[in-house]
């Protein structure tokens, strides 16, 4: 039997924070994104509805239990929350504090710090960033464990070889990093843990991991795929995601979900480092970027079930497997109920899992 579990990220922007009110209006969550998407060509699936217009607030606890008990229902593991901290500043902090007091949330979970810099992206304006991330040293090190502790002391929390599992978004910007993770094992012994399992992110910034002293990788999808793998060689193409990506003129770029899932089921990883596979069910970005974004075409549950059969019969692979995402409602990566395919996604992953206990 090949023992796999599925690991979904957890976005937290959905509810209202003084700093998003400021940067793009009064009471803004994904929501807005998400609500005001339009179809951009014949059989574009938008907007993405939930089921039963399910707009929650995360900071309603029910909404939280709720998700808890769904995702577990249907064989998701666990929640890899995303975690902004910016020498001390903290955003969309209140999900994540708000489940760590509240034990009716049951699902199992682990934290990734997505440590990026915030610009206006979503609607061209890259250069204009909103807030930087910066790093420090010692002191901001151990403020940030401070803060992470009560977290890793959880019950809930997931441990691999009695450390807890912490992934770095974009180990290759953070300065001294290499230092700050020695630090970081070094004090977690003190504090009566086996360390700390580091997992550096390989996405479109990052292609490669660059600690000497991190635990593995994850590869996030379908970023590192698209960015990576996929074939730019013909220079109309490059032109037409140049003009969509800064101008918003033209078509929307397509790719085949058959594909990139192809690319991923057939990628090969060094035997001598720990990877962690990623997926994701769909992928649709036009609610917040329009003719700039990327479409992900003939994608449904049937496919992902057949792509997450082969990739759970992996034997080269570690056994979490990272899926992009639990909600990520603006860039059609979710796994939560919607009003076009209802319970479906969260259907393939139940079967998946089924038949390989029963195997």
């Not at 979904?8 to 005001?36: C, M, S, V």
């Not at 590869?219 to 800064?246: A, G, M, Q, W």
């Amino acid at each position: 039997m090949n023992n796999k579990k599925i690991l979904a990220f957890y976005l937290p922007q959905f509810h209202a924070i003084p700093e998003n009110d400021e940067w793009w209006g009064k009471g803004f969550t994904e929501w807005r994104n998400t609500k005001k998407a339009e179809p951009l060509f014949p059989g574009h699936v938008q907007p993405r509805i939930p089921l039963n217009e399910n707009y929650y607030n995360l900071l309603n606890s029910e909404t939280q239990i709720w998700q808890s008990e769904l995702a577990q229902k249907y064989g998701v593991y666990g929640f890899c929350y995303y975690h902004y901290w910016f020498t001390g500043k903290l955003l969309l902090e209140k999900p994540m504090e708000n489940m760590l007091k509240d034990s009716r949330i049951t699902i199992p979970f682990c934290i990734s710090w997505a440590n990026e810099s915030w610009a206006r992206t979503w609607d061209g304006n890259d250069k204009e960033y909103l807030i930087h991330q910066n790093y420090g040293g010692e002191e901001d090190w151990e403020a940030h464990l401070q803060y992470l502790l009560p977290f890793f002391r959880d019950k809930r929390y997931i441990r691999i070889d009695g450390k807890p599992l912490f992934l770095l978004y974009t180990a290759c910007n953070i300065e001294r990093c290499e230092e700050m993770v020695d630090y970081w094992q070094k004090r977690m012994r003190e504090e009566g843990f086996e360390g700390i399992y580091i997992l550096e992110t390989l996405n479109a910034i990052q292609k490669d991991h660059v600690l000497g002293n991190s635990e593995g990788d994850v590869v996030f999808e379908p970023i590192y795929t698209r960015c990576h793998e996929v074939k730019k060689n013909d220079l109309f193409s490059k032109i037409k995601r140049y003009l969509n990506y800064h101008y918003g003129v033209g078509k929307v770029s397509r790719l085949n979900t058959k594909d990139i899932y192809r690319l991923i089921e057939e990628r090969k990883y060094p035997a001598q480092r720990k990877t962690y596979i990623g997926t994701f069910p769909d992928w649709d970005n036009t609610a917040r970027k329009g003719n700039r974004g990327i479409v992900f075409t003939n994608s449904s549950p049937d496919l992902f079930k057949k792509h997450l059969e082969k990739l759970f019969h992996r034997s080269d692979i570690e056994k979490y497997i990272f899926i992009n995402a639990w909600n990520e409602w603006g860039e059609g990566a979710y796994l939560e109920p919607d009003q076009h395919y209802g319970y479906r996604y969260l259907e393939s992953i139940a079967r998946v899992n089924s038949e390989n206990k029963n195997s």
